[in-house]
């Protein structure tokens, strides 16, 4: 058996960055709405081997202030068209709502994608909990067992459409003239609480079956959900240690819905800055959090349990503070803000480390990103890692140009495709329609 | 004031094209689920400066029998981002059910689209009476009066979407550090009866401000529709009298709702077959038909009030017969159907006419068919024409380079596109959210 590898990949948001990476002079503010620059970032995602690009998806405004892009604009299905039609290998992986998109049309979009990509895609089921989203819908936001409830039969129904053309049903045979078998394209008649469809859908197999399935979250509902259904887990998580016990978790659910646990990949975020010099990447990082930096001091206070504000920023914490302060076990990254804080940077320094983050940030050259991701990988605490760059503008770039060599080096990630389909890559078993309760014991 | 040219557009369904045409020698039965094939006939018809593509849609099973392909595989967001890709000044007009879609999605999906297209997309909005449809989203089917009502309200929550980002709500200057004047990104807070929705949407204008609107159908409540909002109606008409009858209709309805009838652009279909002969061009059609041939002589007989059955195929009607013949006038193809049986025709070659099929069918000649539209055209029964080529894989090029070519000398259609959006190539006016009612007395 080969070594196991890592598996890679990266997220396409609005095509900008962070909140304020669209101010950095070598972004151009225009890429909040042109689909070219998502496509360039997938090619060379590409270039880079990655596993897969992932969209995400959001149903409501997501600007919150005037000095923020809002977090998306282009609705995803586009934009996964475009990066299929402009790629070959690399698989998309897009986000849509269990709870407020039908599942005949979940199922439609997304087998149409996966045999326009020729068998790349991959659907993230996510419930879907803003009341501005769902007032979008004109409706109101529903409990969260009714929720993955609801997703549940999503899932089950948009994955029976999938199978509703069975694989061999394309006859195409002119002499006989049948374009298909007929009695292989049967409805599926699911009737569910939440959701119905009849079916069935007319669409062939694509060169992977069907989509693969991919969840994000970490709550039990979450894991219970992801452990039936999903071959990829998006995680957030701050330490290996908090990572090897949702990891084992989400392993355990697997388990106890009868599949096998290795079946499920779990991807661990990381948001790394890059530069030359360990000085150059921090600057750039400070960059991209300093317009936040009383908030942030405010908040670092209430992290390590001490009483921070504006006039603490340039100076380092005293050893009577550091001796006072104490990591909030209710946030995991109150404890890498003071693992920072202790080797002695100033408080805004602290703050540039971007200890205040939806991910781990590995900040420096190339190296210090690859040592974050082959210790966390090596400590079994992710099967993969979910790459969002700092400045997508070249932060794409340095991550493929500079992080994934080292990675291939040192032989933690693959140096060419395994396949054509996202399956292939991810080492995923074939899957059409709806997979049989514990079929796999 | 220039002379008035015609418009065209044209149709991608399954990219096979008339239910028989897979049969063919030319034709890869794999087109069915290729996007390439949809693409290069997308290409094809920009080459012939066509003012857009129309993608229908269905959202159910379409395929009835086992000899015909399914009108449609491919999910059509997809499609028309290929396409939108892959072109420059061509339109594109999707068609999305009011009945089933939610209007964030429509808005949200279109308004990307047109953005990505550079101003060139087009929403077709119709209502869906299919009860499979209904069953594909666990519902049934309302009455007419309802799914016009909702129609409206969609029609009116989706174009206030599109406006609740304002036109000059994006500033992006890094020097304010301001992304947008978010005073001018607003809640549109639309509740109707049927629909209901929040917003906004984060999406800035396209190049033509928002898509342009068009409606296919010929009933009372359809030209209503089409009369408060449309700039595009597709029609199903097979005389001349018929089609200046429908489009008068039209006229009027826009007039009841203080617009100017010019605005409304009617167009007529047709499905031409082209070869270099008549004969040839007869032969190709007939191919088509003669998979259908017994129920289609029965047909024509209740078509044209006589008893026609399998043994009066091959003969022409005799003198007795003709005199006898009375064209239905609920059926507007009796009159085509009778034209052609009294020129001398048998039965079957009569039925290879396609005197019964969705729309006329000039074959012939590309002049027969340059001689059809420019006589519907100069009667004043159509702004435009929406083209059907009989068999995809080469009928589009001929229609392109058979007939727009003589068109284009005859002074009846562009030799060069009008401007970069579809609102340019129509001349349609400019609309920026939902347009105030009774602004154009």
Do not use: C
């Amino acid at each position: 058996m080969s070594r196991k590898q890592m598996h890679l990949a990266t997220i396409l948001s609005n095509g900008l960055g962070l909140p304020y990476a669209w101010l950095e002079p070598q972004v151009d503010p225009a890429d909040y709405a042109n689909i070219h620059a998502l496509v360039r970032y997938a090619k060379a995602a590409e270039r880079g081997k990655l596993d897969f690009i992932f969209l995400g998806d959001f149903l409501a405004q997501s600007q919150r202030s005037e000095a923020h892009a809002p977090g998306q604009t282009l609705e995803p299905t586009v934009v996964a068209t475009a990066i299929a039609l402009a790629t070959d290998r690399i698989g998309i992986v897009n986000t849509v709502s269990t709870t407020f998109e039908k599942p005949y049309n979940i199922a439609r979009v997304l087998k149409t994608l996966d045999v326009v990509s020729g068998g790349r895609m991959g659907w993230n089921a996510i419930t879907t909990s803003a009341p501005h989203a769902a007032a979008n819908f004109g409706r109101a936001i529903d409990d969260r067992e009714t929720r993955y409830a609801q997703a549940d039969e999503v899932i089950q129904i948009v994955q029976a459409l999938w199978g509703s053309w069975q694989e061999d049903a394309w006859i195409a045979d002119k002499n006989a003239r049948r374009f298909t078998d007929l009695s292989k394209i049967a409805p599926v008649n699911l009737r569910g609480t939440y959701a119905s469809s009849r079916g069935p859908l007319e669409i062939p197999p694509s060169k992977q079956g069907q989509p693969v399935m991919a969840h994000a979250g970490a709550s039990p509902h979450s894991h219970a959900l992801a452990g039936r259904y999903a071959d990829i887990l998006i995680s957030e998580v701050f330490t290996i240690d908090e990572a090897r016990h949702q990891r084992e978790s989400l392993r355990r659910a697997a388990t106890a819905a009868g599949r096998n646990p290795d079946d499920i990949k779990f991807f661990a975020g990381v948001i790394p800055t890059i530069a030359a010099t360990p000085a150059e990447a921090l600057a750039r990082r400070g960059r991209l959090v300093e317009p936040d930096i009383i908030q942030q001091v405010h908040y670092l206070g209430r992290l390590i349990g001490l009483p921070l504000g504006p006039d603490d920023l340039d100076t380092p914490l005293s050893a009577a503070q550091l001796s006072a302060a104490r990591a909030n076990p209710g946030d995991p990254r109150s404890f890498r803000a003071l693992e920072v804080a202790r080797e002695g940077w100033t408080v805004r320094e602290v703050l540039h480390h971007a200890v205040i983050d939806f991910h781990p940030a590995p900040i420096g050259p190339p190296e210090v990103v690859a040592d974050h991701m082959q210790e966390w990988f090596e400590a079994g605490a992710a099967d993969g890692f979910w790459v969002t760059p700092d400045i997508y503008a070249d932060g794409m770039d340095a991550f493929v140009d500079g992080v994934v060599p080292l990675l291939q080096q040192r032989g933690q990630f693959r140096t060419e495709y395994e396949g054509e389909t996202l399956r292939d890559n991810l080492g995923i078993d074939h899957q059409y329609g709806l997979r049989q309760p514990h079929s796999k014991p």
